[in-house]
């Protein structure tokens, strides 16, 4: 760590010293990575995703014989005979379309001549580590489809610009570079493929002495492809196909010692479907200028969080769909709510053809009929001839009564007799009164048919007196049954009390088994005959 930020602060000075301190003779020899985010080690994306979202990247790129000398007929000797590059990518998105990153290499350790070669002025290569060039990128999606389609293609530009940071030959090229492209991209559930095209300039140079490679403005060309290897895309497997043409310099277009080119066969493994990816790269070299290594080795460990998905947005008119007040027309947003996402002219909300400014129900699709204060309403429907349309009338198939004393439903059919009530000389229950098995505790669910009990005490007070009676089934003797069901029938009047009903209208009997009202014999029959009854003994006169 303490070796990259003194190269930093070195390559900061280098930049503002004005590059004086890197012989213009010799070129960089790395293979440029992708910005961060990008699932590619050589070849740039289209895609733009999410918006706020950071990337990251870390690198390491093994180049064994990235600059050789050659002649006509066969190679002389290597200049370089390897380098270790590593690379710090960063990538941050805007707006569903905008991606700005920055690269930093650095040189870890390189191998070359410990003297120039005969015959030759070329720069012996440095020794510990080395402050590359550092790039900024800037990328604009142009258009293509939606982020959550299954089958996309985007199209985008993109722009790159090297600051002259390096700090020693071979780890940068001692001036400022800029690059423009067009990018395009496909997928599939399973497949990709991408492709770059661009040109970089550089000021035009012949390598010295008896390197035969030439530098200077370069076409600059990309292709990927691959597959998915499983249906959540966490394994990509594919190639890359990148290759710097060098045009300046008095070079020939296509000649391989002014050309650096490469073909990458690449895997990457997203970790468990999560943000961190890991990645490899075997890549041959295709070519013979500057660069172009006989082979290199590329790994990769990458930051690249899941995007989110942008609000449904149908007309794609930037006014999401929750709020477009138009979803099906492309409109621009306004002030007010219902009229935010329509139409700057003319809206027609629910697409009857008539405009919402003359149409009287500019949310209900209806027919013209001159009237202003009817143009564009449904015409008025009333199925059940009640005199309410079907539009106002809560009951549009029956009958009903109208506004204001309705609202075109029939009357409620009067309301049923309470469930515990008085019939005659009783008081008849819903429920029978609940007891735990064989003792006079009252179970919670007795107290819903006890207040209905006191209700109907409180609504009739010309009952006098009630008689309170406790029965029992067989299952023990007389006495005992009798005993019993004095117990319970003085708790329900204890309860009674309680709850606001006068003692003195309440008279505890306890009939154990004398009055069965059913056979004992079944457990049917048990269980009708342990009830409690409420009796009335006496009225008031000339009262019911």
């Excluded at 088994?513 to 079944?522: E, G, V």
Aim: negative net charge; charged residues 25%.
């Amino acid at each position: 760590m303490r070796t990259f930020i003194g190269a930093a602060l070195l390559g900061a000075a280098v930049l503002f010293a004005g590059g004086e301190a890197l012989a213009d003779e010799t070129p960089s020899l790395a293979l440029e990575p992708a910005p961060a985010g990008d699932r590619a080690f050589a070849v740039e994306r289209a895609g733009v995703h999410g918006h706020l979202l950071f990337s990251a990247r870390l690198g390491i790129d093994f180049a064994s014989e990235p600059l050789v000398l050659r002649n006509q007929a066969q190679e002389i000797d290597s200049v370089v005979s390897y380098q270790v590059w590593l690379h710090a990518l960063a990538a941050f998105s805007l707006w569903h379309r905008v991606a700005v990153s920055a690269h930093i290499p650095l040189v870890a350790a390189q191998s070359g001549r410990p003297e120039p070669p005969s015959g030759g002025t070329a720069q012996r290569p440095g020794e510990g580590a080395d402050f590359g060039d550092i790039r900024l990128g800037a990328r604009v999606k142009l258009f293509g489809s939606p982020e959550d389609a299954d089958v996309k293609t985007e199209f985008a530009a993109a722009a790159s610009l090297w600051l002259p940071t390096a700090s020693d030959g071979y780890a940068g090229d001692g001036v400022a570079r800029v690059r423009v492209a067009l990018i395009a991209e496909g997928s599939t559930p399973r497949l990709y493929w991408a492709w770059n095209g661009g040109i970089r300039t550089r000021p035009a140079e012949q390598l010295p002495g008896a390197l035969p490679s030439r530098v200077g403005t370069a076409l600059s060309f990309g292709l990927a492809g691959g597959f998915f290897a499983d249906a959540r895309r966490d394994v990509a497997l594919g190639a890359e196909l990148f290759a710097d043409l060098t045009v300046g310099a008095g070079a020939r277009l296509f000649d391989s010692r002014a050309t650096m080119a490469h073909l990458l066969l690449t895997g990457h493994y997203r970790i468990d479907g999560g943000p961190f990816e890991i990645g490899a790269a075997l890549a041959p070299g295709l070519a013979q200028g500057a660069g172009s290594a006989d082979y290199r080795v590329l790994l990769s460990l990458g930051y690249a969080p899941e995007t989110p998905a942008p609000p449904p947005d149908e007309d794609d008119d930037g006014v999401p769909d929750k709020t477009d007040a138009c979803p099906a027309l492309r409109g621009i947003p306004m002030a007010d709510p219902l009229l935010h996402g329509c139409p700057e002219a003319e809206p027609d909300r629910d697409g009857d053809a008539i405009p919402d400014q003359h149409d009287a129900c500019p949310r209900l699709a209806g027919e013209p009929t001159g009237d202003r204060k009817t143009h564009g309403c449904p015409k008025r429907v009333d199925s059940d001839r009640d005199g309410v349309s079907d539009k106002a009338d809560a009951c549009p198939n029956e009958p009903g009564v109208p506004p204001p004393e309705g609202d075109g439903c029939p009357k409620p059919p009067p309301p049923p007799p309470p469930s515990t009530r008085l019939v005659e000389q009783e008081i008849v229950l819903s429920q029978q009164v609940q007891f735990e098995v064989g003792t006079a505790v009252l179970r919670p669910e007795s107290d819903i048919v006890l207040s209905e009990v006191a209700r109907v005490l409180g609504d009739h007070p010309e009952v006098e007196l009630v008689e309170v009676q406790g029965h029992t089934d067989e299952s023990g003797t007389p006495d005992l049954n009798r005993r019993l069901g004095q117990e319970r029938a003085s708790r329900v009047v204890a309860w009674l009390v309680e709850h606001g009903v006068a003692r003195a209208r309440l008279s505890p009997k306890g009939y154990g088994s004398d009055r069965p009202i059913a056979d004992n014999a079944t457990d049917e029959g048990r269980q009708k005959n342990r009830r409690v009854e409420f009796r009335v003994l006496r009225m008031k006169v000339g009262e019911k």
